[in-house]
């Protein structure tokens, strides 16, 4: 393993949804295609990835059915670990180095998080991958990103999406005359209500001034030109 020789350092935020393609579980077609992207882009830029776990459960959905929702958390949180252990496969097989860290001890499947070992391996070159969020119910992995992104001193926080390719000023699904940002401020953003990503994911990140790029997952390898620095989607800075 030869020492990374680059200083740019990158915290990914992809979604649970993206690894289920619509779907329960995960579509191995979508995790090959992202990794093959994550390992190109591994050779030149240090790499950590926060996965979500939507595509198996969110916390605030069980709740509403009636589950207790610490715990229905808690099955969100595994869900993301599942996923996490998914892209450490893949990314394996796309020829990249990677390590999972768990923020809920579960030794035999994962490190436990440790962000100085976090740094240590992405200056070897290893993609590593934060599974189990903060570990903490009530919380979402946008705002783990942020977090993460501080603690690990990275440049930038990607955050890749599905089905929307950057920060509109009104909701694209709904709204035909709403137009993409090409760059907005966190204050802005929060004022004007546009939460592309979590409101606590953004106040973390304006209030220690970390920039966030939301761009969309496409076919035409937004996720290694994003990660290589690329001018794409939205950037939101303070
Ligand atoms: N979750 C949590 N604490 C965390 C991170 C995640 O409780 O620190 C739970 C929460 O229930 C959430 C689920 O894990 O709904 C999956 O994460 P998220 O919804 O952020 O995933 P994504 O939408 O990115 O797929």
Do not use: W
């Amino acid at each position: 393993m030869t020492e990374s020789t680059t200083s740019r350092r990158v915290l990914l935020k992809l979604s649970g949804e993206a690894f289920g393609a619509g779907r329960m579980g995960v579509d191995p077609d979508v995790l090959r295609s992202i990794s093959a992207e994550i390992a190109e882009a591994a050779k030149h830029v240090q790499i950590a990835v926060v996965v979500g776990g939507g595509n198996f459960f969110r916390g605030a959905q069980l709740a509403d059915a009636g589950m207790d929702r610490g715990r229905a958390d808690y099955m969100g949180m595994l869900g993301t670990v599942m996923n996490a252990l998914a892209l450490q496969d893949f990314l394996e097989q796309a020829g990249a180095a990677a390590r999972v860290q768990s923020a809920i001890e579960m030794r035999q499947v994962a490190e436990p998080y440790i962000p100085l070992r976090a740094e240590r391996h992405m200056e070897k070159g290893r993609v590593v991958v934060f599974g189990a969020g903060a570990g903490l119910p009530y919380f979402s992995t946008d705002t783990v990103a942020a977090q993460r992104a501080l603690e690990i001193r990275a440049d930038v926080v990607l955050v890749a999406k599905n089905g929307v390719d950057g920060v509109y000023t009104a909701d694209p699904r709904t709204d035909a005359a709403a137009e993409r940002l090409h760059h907005v401020s966190y204050q802005d953003a929060l004022q004007r209500g546009l939460r592309v990503v979590d409101a606590t994911a953004f106040s973390l990140c304006m209030d220690n001034g970390m920039d966030m790029r939301i761009f969309g997952m496409s076919p035409d390898g937004s996720i290694r030109r994003a990660i290589l620095g690329e001018d794409i989607g939205t950037l939101v800075s303070t």
